[in-house]
């Protein structure tokens, strides 16, 4: 079955630390996503792609940065400049020339990442 | 300001009745309003996708009305059941400027 992997489900970041969160996808959709989800928010976009080599910010970019060497992969780096990452990151893609247009169509089952 | 606001917060209800959750947006111009339903833990997974000429779209026991004229949408759940109970998030789409507005959610709650 086609779909998005993310791993680890849980992780933990110590202060001062750069963490990395993997997205995986064989749906072989050319975009994907990243968001942040927090209590009482909706989603918030933080890096998207929609082509391999090529990425931009969303709307909450500061403290994280990725990198789209593969088509398949779209890793998240959280680094220590993010001050407040305590939250359940979600990783998504789909197909920008198809019915979905420039909206999430599969999502991961997402990553929790906690402060030590 | 282009916004989604999503009403109840939190709603529990008995299994086998019906629900109702609304949503409402300052979101202008318009291009289509999608629900999704979170089971906790996971991704969001799409229910129903509607247009700007589309007033009503159903899945299964899952049923979207959109009134494009007042900017309101709701997404009513008949014959609930436990595996209903999760968040149901409203996500509208700019068209000008291709962005996404997430709302916050209702968390739904199925008791026996």
């Known amino acids: 079955d086609g779909g998005i992997t993310q791993s680890p489900k849980y992780l933990f970041r110590k202060e001062g630390q750069n963490v990395t969160l993997s997205c995986e996808q064989n749906?072989?959709?050319?975009?994907m996503y990243w968001y942040r989800q927090d209590p009482g928010q909706g989603l918030r976009l933080i890096y998207y792609?929609?082509?391999?080599?090529?990425?931009q910010k969303g709307d909450i970019a500061e403290g994280y940065s990725v990198s789209r060497e593969k088509k398949e992969s779209f890793p998240l780096t959280v680094t220590s400049a993010q001050k407040n990452p305590t939250a359940f990151y979600l990783c998504?893609?789909?197909?920008?020339?198809?019915?979905?247009?420039?909206?999430?169509?599969?999502f991961g089952d997402g990553t929790r990442l906690s402060i030590l | 300001k282009n916004q989604v606001e999503q009403s109840p917060q939190s709603l529990i209800i008995l299994e086998g009745k019906n629900c109702t959750l609304q949503?409402?947006?300052?979101?202008?111009?318009?291009?289509?309003l999608r629900w999704y339903k979170q089971d906790t833990g996971r991704g969001p997974v799409s229910l129903t996708i509607?247009?700007?000429?589309?007033n009503t779209k159903s899945n299964g026991r899952y049923t979207a009305t959109l009134d494009a004229d007042t900017k309101q949408s709701s997404l009513h759940i008949t014959a609930s059941q436990l595996s209903d109970s999760a968040s149901y998030i409203c996500?509208?789409?700019?068209?000008?400027?291709?962005?996404?507005?997430f709302g916050p959610g209702t968390s739904l709650s199925v008791i026996p």
């Open positions: 998504a893609s789909n197909n920008p020339q198809g019915a979905w247009g420039n909206q999430p169509q599969h």
């Open positions: 749906l072989n959709h050319d975009a």
């Open positions: 792609s929609q082509i391999v080599n090529d990425f």
């Open positions: 949503c409402n947006y300052t979101v202008s111009p318009f291009s289509n």
């Open positions: 509607m247009t700007f000429s589309e």
């Open positions: 996500v509208v789409s700019v068209s000008s400027y291709d962005k996404v507005i």
